[in-house]
């Protein structure tokens, strides 16, 4: 909605308005904090409501704010004040991405804001404990009841706390904050409650101890970006950490009290296989260094629970994978949804990366067989899963697919008219589950038919536990470019029929094979040919 207020100024008098809102403002943008010059950024300046008109806002200088046009024009929220915090959290993003290449979880939110500084000195008493908080200048001496829950045992108190003495514990929540922070923040904006109390504990034999928040961490930060500084938590006193690490995994899976994406599921698990490592060196009396025993030995061994070891042994691997610094292709994947920012979900490298190329039994070699080689099975799997990912990355998606373009609708917005740039479209097409599902197929024949022609045996289910020699890593390249330059991808003619919806992995199998869809039309010049495919 229009300003009749702006409207009705004369040029001399905006000017003397932007004049006044930049010095009410200390020269600094409302929504992205940065220096206003009124000279440079003259012409690129705009005025606009705080709060929305339609919101009940005012229209007059009292709800007026001076903002870059580049930062009004890119706001995420109309509210002038929430597209500020939203922006915060945007900067936040873009700095732990350079600084730890991932998105930021509450420990970096904290710590923001002045939190994750202390840990608490307390005495406990019968069902008492006492506590200040004098490292920032709160001697009053706090003191609230501990219940016991009937049935697990656990003991708690709730008690309000300064952000100060707040941490994050990352073993058993290690999922980062998402954008969809953005929905909490509006919630709380606008005075609904928050109706689920953050869940933390603490260990007595480390007085002081710190108090570690394990669950609520969305709602926590949302807080904590409106500017709340003491957050209601719920502290279990001395729980045991396995069993909350294993609720928590619960659940986001056999629950499914908490949509939690498969990626930190995954990574629950993980922790759960390294937990379940610890156990079983102390308990047999091995060495910290000894990792002499298999996977095998690890099922038996916890044989109560041998389903979950053999799900948390293949959790870890493919928590390594997506986790790692070095794996490039992860920029492109959305770990929370249905790929609408980004060409690929995460549903499909599972259903594709992992589920073709991670061998998914048990193995009886050790932890440690001939890892100072370089030929440990599992090592080498899950390197060159990742190389692979890389090599992907660098030939479709680095510098090809545009973020700020998206995957949401892609063909709908083809046939709107929109102009997608070929990179991107091929990018966009080839990463279709039903697509990508078939041409890595293909890459792994191209591996196998290497190590045929060898004359070398090999088990098909451990393929990426054989090391690949450079010149097979030459033809899998060769083979993703061969890929990647085919007409097919940026034909948009066939935005509305070979494209136009969801297609069986049988459909593009037959493309693949054939050159022609299931109902005989000719899309590809001729069936692909493998051994053409990886030739310059």
Not at 423 to 451: D, G, T
């Amino acid at each position: 909605m229009g300003s009749l207020y702006l409207n009705r100024l004369t040029p001399k008098q905006k000017e003397e308005l932007i004049k006044e809102l930049w010095e009410r403002q200390n020269h600094k943008c409302f929504i992205c904090g940065k220096e206003i010059d009124l000279e440079i950024h003259k012409n690129n300046l705009d005025i606009d409501h705080v709060i929305p008109l339609k919101l009940g806002g005012k229209d007059d200088p009292s709800n007026f704010a001076l903002t870059h046009s580049s930062c009004n024009r890119s706001k995420q929220d109309a509210n002038l004040r929430i597209a500020r915090i939203l922006y915060e959290f945007s900067e936040l993003v873009e700095k732990t991405h350079k600084e730890k290449g991932s998105s930021p979880n509450l420990t970096d939110v904290l710590r923001k804001f002045g939190g994750a500084k202390y840990k608490l000195s307390f005495s406990i008493s019968g069902n008492k404990i006492r506590f200040s908080f004098p490292e920032i200048g709160d001697n009053t001496i706090y003191e609230y009841q501990i219940f016991e829950d009937k049935l697990s045992g656990f003991k708690y108190f709730f008690a309000i706390f300064p952000i100060e003495y707040l941490h994050h514990d990352e073993r058993i929540n290690p999922r980062s904050i998402g954008r969809n922070i953005s929905k909490l923040i509006k919630e709380f904006f606008l005075k609904r409650p928050q109706l689920h109390v953050t869940l933390g504990y603490l260990l007595t034999k480390e007085n002081p101890s710190e108090i570690k928040v394990f669950d609520g961490q969305h709602k926590a930060a949302a807080q904590v970006f409106l500017n709340v500084r003491e957050l209601p938590v719920r502290v279990f006193v001395d729980p045991d950490l396995d069993v909350l690490l294993t609720t928590n995994t619960n659940a986001g899976t056999v629950l499914r009290q908490v949509a939690f994406d498969k990626s930190v599921q995954r990574h629950l698990g993980s922790a759960l296989y390294i937990e379940r490592v610890e156990r079983y060196k102390k308990e047999r009396g091995l060495p910290e260094d000894d990792f002499s025993f298999s996977e095998a030995d690890l099922v038996k061994y916890f044989r109560g629970e041998s389903r979950e070891m053999k799900r948390y042994i293949l959790d870890s691997i493919r928590d390594w994978i997506t986790h790692n610094p070095e794996n490039k292709l992860k920029d492109f994947i959305d770990f929370g949804g249905r790929a609408k920012e980004k060409p690929l979900s995460y549903s499909t490298i599972e259903k594709t990366f992992y589920s073709f190329f991670i061998y998914r039994d048990v193995l009886h070699t050790p932890l440690n067989y001939r890892l100072d080689e370089g030929e440990n099975p599992r090592e080498l799997e899950k390197q060159q899963i990742l190389r692979l990912m890389n090599i992907i990355a660098e030939e479709i998606y680095i510098g090809r697919f545009d973020p700020d373009i998206g995957a949401y609708k892609i063909e709908h917005r083809i046939q709107k008219g929109e102009n997608i740039p070929e990179p991107h479209l091929v990018a966009c097409r080839m990463s279709r589950e039903e697509i990508i599902y078939n041409w890595l197929k293909h890459i792994a024949q191209i591996i196998k038919s290497y190590f045929i022609l060898q004359g070398k045996p090999i088990d098909e289910n451990k393929l990426f536990q054989y090391a690949f020699p450079e010149p097979l890593w030459e033809r899998i390249r060769t083979f993703v470019r061969n890929l990647r330059d085919l007409p097919i991808w940026v034909n948009k003619e066939l935005s509305s029929t070979v494209f136009g919806g969801k297609q069986t992995h049988e459909y593009w199998q037959t493309i693949f094979e054939t050159g022609k869809t299931p109902q005989g039309f000719q899309v590809l010049s001729r069936p692909i040919d493998l051994m053409e495919m990886i030739k310059e």
